[in-house]
């Protein structure tokens, strides 16, 4: 991280780090069977463990299923 200039200051970022945010920022762009086999995971669980997805981000891949997610609770 020195060679690259990265600034730890008093944050604890070591490489494994990077796996964290690989996993963060790819996920809302491969297939989560994809994702799983390029992180190198067997689980659902384990990929997830590695996502930090923000609260934006999470509303916004739910705006591609909100018409489902309102036809469930519809009533009628």
Partial sequence: MKRVGIEKGSRFLDVHSLRYT???LVRPILPQALLMQVMGHRSVAMTENYS???VEST???LEGVKDSI???????
């Fill in 52 to 54: 930090h997805a923000s």
């Fill in 59 to 61: 509303m916004k891949q």
């Fill in 70 to 76: 309102e036809a469930v609770f519809k009533v009628e």
């Fill in 22 to 24: 690989f996993n963060t």
